[in-house]
């Protein structure tokens, strides 16, 4: 019995063994993607010439892995040992010296070109399957439906309770019993205090929603006057929030990135090949357009021999969406690097948004209600570093470490934390 059960405890080791090798490659893949968007797509495009060379068949060119391996960690040692191919590139892309990543491991850059090797047979082309999928987007609300099959059923339950009164009444005459004349409804008094009660509770509950509601903008999606698609950005492309908005890092606001920051990608990017886009009301978008929309703003002529007008530069005039009454204190920094709260928390799933609106109420009670149940992130987090009497106490079991410490806690939800 006891050898039977070493034997199925190895065969059940090498079971488990098999079926996480099976995930290994694409989970290689995945990181793959990943370290090519966070790491070369700003100069490199797979099919086509950018800052850099086009990078489809990239290894064809090069003798072996080991090469690459030595041109991505340090280049300028690459160009100082006199190779041919490299001092050509070095001079066909104006003498622009590539980035230096020796933060990459060798796995890393083998990762990056097995990603490239697998999307360099995939040409990217609009179909008019996502194009019909997207235009359903705007169909699959069922509110309409439902309100109509609720009408439908009340004024089938009203056509029954009348033929349930008139079937009572002609029995009652089929009996004997004396027929009473209906009261009509406007003179009832049960129907009639009970629409007062409704009516009133109704006034009572829009007037207090409205005064609540103050100066709140949720769900406010303007039109902006470039159409900016997140879904697009930081959806399909997996663009870092952060990458645009770099001050949330470091500062109480997010920031609206420059129009520099958008040619970084822009001056490569010319035409938009991605999947069809539609505005909110359903007409769909010529993305190449609203390129060609940036650059004005830029002052930036593209071609042969592009150039920039400084004299025709100028900042784009976005509509701001999120903002909060000048008594309240916002710090964007404190969440998202202290906190570690995603952007998401508060923006919502911004990857599936073309046109961007507000998604939360952003009103004091949410808030309150997020420090209530948002436990604190005190592990590897120096900025916690004060709050030692916690972490001893949560070692020591005072504190269920089940339900953890919340922000409310440490002093979330007093006053002068948001207000001054």
């Not at 008139?166 to 629409?195: C, D, T």
């Not at 007409?283 to 703003?297: P, S």
């Not at 900042?315 to 999120?322: A, D, L």
Request: overall charge positive; glycine content about 6%.
């Amino acid at each position: 019995m006891i050898h039977l059960r070493k034997l199925t405890a190895k065969f059940g080791f090498f079971v488990s063994f098999l079926f996480l090798l099976s995930f290994a490659s694409p989970a290689h893949a995945q990181d793959g993607k990943a370290l090519f968007q966070a790491n070369c797509a700003s100069c490199h495009q797979i099919h086509k010439d950018a800052t850099g060379p086009a990078l489809a068949g990239v290894e064809d060119r090069w003798p072996s892995r080991d090469k690459i391996h030595q041109w991505v960690h340090n280049s300028s040692a690459v160009l100082a040992s006199g190779d041919k191919y490299t001092n050509a590139l070095f001079q066909k892309f104006g003498k622009t010296p590539m980035t230096h990543f020796p933060q990459l491991s060798d796995k890393d850059i083998d990762g990056i070109l097995d990603y490239i090797k697998k999307e360099q047979a995939n040409v990217p082309a609009p179909t008019a399957a996502t194009a019909t999928a997207d235009a359903g987007q705007s169909s699959s609300d069922n509110t309409l439906l439902y309100a109509v099959l609720t009408g439908v059923l009340l004024i089938v339950a009203f056509i029954l309770l009348q033929v349930n009164n008139s079937l009572k009444r002609l029995s009652n005459k089929q009996e004997g019993h004396p027929v009473i004349a209906p009261i009509p409804f406007y003179r009832n008094k049960k129907i009639i205090a009970f629409v007062s009660v409704v009516v009133f509770i109704f006034i009572g509950w829009w007037l207090s929603s409205g005064a609540i509601g103050l100066g709140r903008t949720q769900n406010y999606e303007p039109k902006q006057p470039i159409f900016y698609s997140h879904r697009v950005h930081a959806g399909i492309n997996q663009i870092s929030c952060l990458y645009c908005h770099t001050n949330a890092q470091y500062s109480r606001h997010a920031t609206i990135p420059s129009v520099n920051v958008c040619m970084n990608c822009h001056m490569a990017i010319t035409e938009y090949t991605g999947p069809k886009l539609y505005t909110a009301e359903g007409d769909e978008v010529d993305g190449t357009a609203e390129i060609k929309k940036l650059y004005k703003y830029a002052g930036y002529t593209p071609g042969p021999g592009a150039t920039f007008d400084p004299s025709k530069a100028k900042p784009i005039e976005w509509i701001r969406i999120h903002k909060l009454p000048d008594h309240v204190y916002f710090n964007h920094s404190q969440h998202v690097m202290v906190g570690k709260v995603q952007c998401q928390t508060c923006h919502g799933d911004i990857t599936k948004m073309d046109e961007v609106k507000q998604f939360a109420p952003l009103s004091m009670g949410w808030c309150i209600n997020c420090h209530r149940t948002t436990d604190v992130q005190f592990k590897d987090n120096g900025f916690y570093s004060i709050y030692t009497k916690y972490q001893e106490e949560l070692k020591n079991g005072t504190i269920d470490s089940a339900k953890g410490i919340t922000v409310e806690m440490i002093g979330g939800t007093e006053c002068q934390k948001c207000h001054y």
